[in-house]
């Protein structure tokens, strides 16, 4: 399994990583109900930095400055509360849920998020996926 990183996160909310205007790929479904589902990686992170690693993989690298106070940060594998996926786009790993949601950061934070490249069709490319402030899903440019 290998991860895709992302460097410039604005706030915490729900990430995939998805194909878009594409129908192959991995169980994807986003269901957290399944046995592989594991608990809630969860951390105060403070104006010193820090990081929160859930065991799926994913994780949260929070650099010194980017927050002013303690902070209690979760990763979740969940899709609970998530909108529909967009049409045309199929999820290929677990969704993740990073909080809580509205989380601002003075200097970008690096969220990296599990994928196995050959759930990935030939020919197609990952993209990553998150919820903004409304509740839609919005695809992330140059993640």
Known sequence: MTTNTWARWAGIAMACIA???CGGGGDGDGDDSSPAATSPAVS????????VEH???????????????????????SSAGAPPLPVGVTAFGPMFA????G??????VTV?????????AAGRSAALFK???????EQVANA
Do not use: Y
Request: avoid cysteine; glycine fraction near 10%; charge should be negative.
């Open 131 to 137: 919820t903004n402030a409304a509740n839609q899903w």
């Open 98 to 101: 990073f909080t809580p949601h």
């Open 44 to 51: 105060t992170v403070g104006a010193g930095g820090g990081t």
């Open 19 to 21: 194909l878009a205007a």
């Open 103 to 108: 989380t601002t950061f003075a200097v970008p």
């Open 112 to 120: 990296t998020l599990p994928f196995d490249p050959a759930t990935i």
């Open 55 to 77: 065991s799926d993989g994913a994780r949260v690298v929070v650099p010194a400055g980017a927050l002013s106070t303690d902070t209690t940060i979760e990763v979740a594998r």
